[in-house]
Structures are given as C-alpha cells and as structure tokens.
C-alpha cells in the first residue's frame, strides 16, 4: 500500500505565500512524476504543477512564474511554493504520483488534499 500525505495549506491574505509538502509511503520501490492538482468549488479538477523524478517541471498557465515544483527524491516529497497568491487560487489541492511498489505493480495515488484559502 502507498500513501501520499499533504501538509502546509491554510488562510493566506493576496499577495501572500505558502509551501504545501506531500510526502509519500509504503511499500515504494521507485516514484516517477509527482504532481499538484487542484479543484475549487464546482470546478473541475486542474493540473497545477508536475515534476518527473529527474527534475523536469511543468506549470498550469495560471499559475506559471507564481508557483515552484521542487522534491526531494531521498525524502520521497515533494513541494509547492506559492507566491503572489489570488483569490482564485482558493481550492482543495491535491498531490498525485505515478509510483512503483515493491511488488513491481504501477500505481497512481492520491492523497486526501488541504485546503488553501486566499482572502482578497
């Protein structure tokens, strides 16, 4: 079994910061991408970020030269800093990994999410 486990969200005024963590666990023989999504009120879920293990980033529009991807490959986390934050940038956020377990099986996981508020 794998588990993905977030931390770092809260209430935040515009124009302010937060770092959300995602670290992961279990029975983990490899990860390949981690990636922060997420899905604001009747809203679909969104692709914020992603990182392959090798250090490749990729950035939603919305969020592109506000946020930062960054991990850790020994700690098995993985980080978002956000920066120059929006109200619009409100939602539940998501981590997500592509990993291999130690029985050789591909698994996606998810975790539970934390929820980000921006006041405006």
């Known amino acids: 079994q794998v588990q993905l486990v977030e931390s770092g969200g809260g209430l935040v005024q515009t124009g302010g910061s937060l770092r959300l963590s995602c670290v992961a666990s279990g029975n983990i023989k490899g990860i390949n991408t981690m990636r922060w999504y997420r899905q604001a009120p009747g809203n679909q879920r969104e692709l914020v970020a992603g990182c392959t293990s090798g250090g490749t980033t990729t950035y939603g529009a919305s969020v592109k030269g506000r946020f930062t991807i960054s991990r850790d490959n020994a700690k098995k986390t993985v980080y978002l800093q956000m920066n120059s934050l929006k109200p619009e940038d409100t939602a539940v956020y998501y981590c997500?990994?592509?990993?291999?377990?130690?029985?050789?099986?591909?698994?996606?996981?998810w975790g539970q999410g934390t929820l980000v508020t921006v006041s405006s």
């Open positions: 997500n990994a592509d990993t291999l377990t130690t029985q050789l099986r591909y698994l996606e996981v």
